[in-house]
Each structure stands twice: as structure tokens, then as C-alpha cells.
């Protein structure tokens, strides 16, 4: 019902930044709150970020307080995870997800639509 793709992860350097992209389709993207996860390798998918249906309201976890920021264009149904001040334990395959809640929500139970991932690795 709703198509979720991942963009923008690439390789960068410690102490740099990336932007991720994410775009769902759909006319009822807007009545969805969204969430940004990520998996490292040998590790279980954790949740790094959500954003409420009508993006005022955010919620991150400890992490990446202070260094990722996620915001929401609900006219391009476009979500974004701006990442900054990058360290190599960030490294991991994020993923892009969809709520049909319209609360910001921080468990993977509650999302309903998930992209294919995008790689992002931070060296050293």
C-alpha cells in the first residue's frame, strides 16, 4: 500500500556528516508518523529516530541526541536524518519506516511500512 525508499548513505570520515532521504508513496503519507532504525552488522535493527504525522513532535534516542536531526516535508512526502559529528559506531544499514499511529513511536511493532535500507559507514 505504501512504497518507502531510502537514500543518501554513503562513506564518510569520522567527525563529518550525511544526509538521508526518504520518500513514501501514497496520498496518506501525512497521516503517518515516521521513524528512522538501523542494524549493524551481528547486531539487532535499533531505533535511532521518529518524527509525529505532522511533524511536531520528535523523539531520538540517546545515541544520537545532539547530532541527528529528523524533520519531515509532508508536501514531498519526504523525510529526512541529518547526521552530524559521524563516529564509526554509527555505522550500519538504516532503515526508513512508516507508522500508521500519528504519535512519534519508538517501537518497530508499531511500524507498519519499511524501505530496503541504505548503507552507511563511517571510517576512522
Known amino acids: 500500500q505504501v512504497h518507502v525508499v531510502e537514500s543518501g548513505g554513503g562513506l564518510v570520515q569520522a567527525g563529518g556528516s550525511l544526509r538521508l532521504f526518504c520518500t513514501a508513496s501514497?496520498?496518506?503519507?501525512?497521516?503517518?508518523?515516521m521513524g528512522w532504525f538501523r542494524q549493524a552488522p551481528g547486531k539487532e535493527r535499533e531505533f535511532v529516530a521518529a518524527?509525529?504525522?505532522?511533524?511536531?513532535?520528535?523523539g531520538s534516542a540517546d545515541s544520537v541526541k545532539g547530532r541527528f536531526t529528523i524533520s519531515r516535508g509532508n508536501v514531498k512526502n519526504t523525510l529526512y536524518l541529518q547526521m552530524n559529528s559521524l563516529k564509526p559506531e554509527d555505522t550500519a544499514v538504516y532503515y526508513c519506516a512508516a507508522s500508521p499511529r500519528p504519535s512519534a513511536m519508538t517501537l518497530q511493532t508499531e511500524y507498519t511500512y519499511w524501505g530496503q535500507g541504505t548503507q552507511v559507514t563511517v571510517s576512522s
Open positions: 518524527i509525529s504525522s505532522t511533524g511536531s513532535s520528535t
Open positions: 501514497g496520498r496518506t503519507f501525512s497521516q503517518y508518523s
